[in-house]
Nanobody, 127 residues
């Protein structure tokens, strides 16, 4: 049985850093990503990583240069290092995994392309 369990959320001030983790169990994945959902808004793509072929990473424009997605294959974990946090980063952050080996950048940004989801972890950034 596949499970994705996020951790690391919390309440921080603008400019602070947080590191989110997602522990996967049941199988390994080539494609994993992070999405977020702010109150009253749709689920939004944040970042994705494809380990097949060398570890390509993808980010939404608003987090480029501030967030870093990474994988630890041996531990079967996914991380999101978030620096210089802004109030607009406040959301529930979800870990997602896809059983495909590779997908295009466009498809990686679509929530419906992912097969498994975690329960989410709250990130709140105060101004």
């Amino acid at each position: 049985q596949v499970q994705l369990v996020e951790s690391g959320g919390g309440l921080v001030q603008a400019g602070d850093s947080l590191r989110l983790s997602c522990a996967a169990s049941g199988r390994t994945f080539s494609i994993m990503g992070w999405f977020r959902q702010a109150p009253g808004k749709d689920l939004e793509f944040v970042a994705a990583i494809i380990t097949w072929g060398g570890g390509s990473t993808y980010y939404t424009d608003s987090v480029k240069g501030r967030f870093t997605i990474s994988r630890d294959i041996s531990e079967n974990t996914l991380s999101l290092q978030m620096n210089s946090l802004k109030p607009e980063d406040t959301a529930v952050y979800y870990c997602a995994a896809d059983i495909a080996t590779y997908k295009s950048s466009a498809r990686l940004r679509v929530p419906g392309e992912y097969d498994y989801w975690g329960q989410g972890t709250q990130v709140t950034v105060s101004s």
